[in-house]
Nanobody, 126 residues
């Protein structure tokens, strides 16, 4: 059973940067599509970014394009979300997700993910 644990959230000023990490255990990530979702207070959960299991597809929500970068290190069974030029509207709880042989569609939120981390809170505020 795959288990995911996020880390790296916190409080940051607008314009700052954070890197979220998601460490997997219980199984190798080699054949898993992976991604990040977030949920802001009072808003629906949003797919932020994903990478397909093959690595051939990577997508970002329009709201984070050019500012966020997703990456994976299969050797360390870990993946990351580098977040730059953070804005107050990036505030929320961020979840890492994984799906065996998962894809990465343009509309990230339509991809089902069986495995979710517990979430890490990101607050962007001065």
């Amino acid at each position: 059973q795959l288990q995911l644990v996020e880390s790296g959230g916190g409080l940051v000023q607008p314009g700052g940067s954070l890197t979220l990490s998601c460490a997997a255990s219980g199984s190798t990530l080699d054949y898993y599509g992976i991604g990040w979702f977030r949920q802001a207070p009072g808003k629906e959960r949003e797919g932020v970014s994903c990478i397909s299991s093959s690595g051939s597809s990577t997508n970002y929500a329009d709201s984070v394009k050019g500012r966020f970068t997703i990456s994976r290190d299969n050797a360390k069974n870990t993946f990351f979300l580098q977040m730059n030029s953070l804005k107050p509207e990036d505030t929320g709880v961020y979840y890492c997700v994984a799906e065996y042989l998962g894809g990465c569609p343009l509309r990230i939120s339509i991809q089902p993910y069986d495995y979710w981390g517990q979430g890490t809170r990101v607050t962007v505020s001065s």
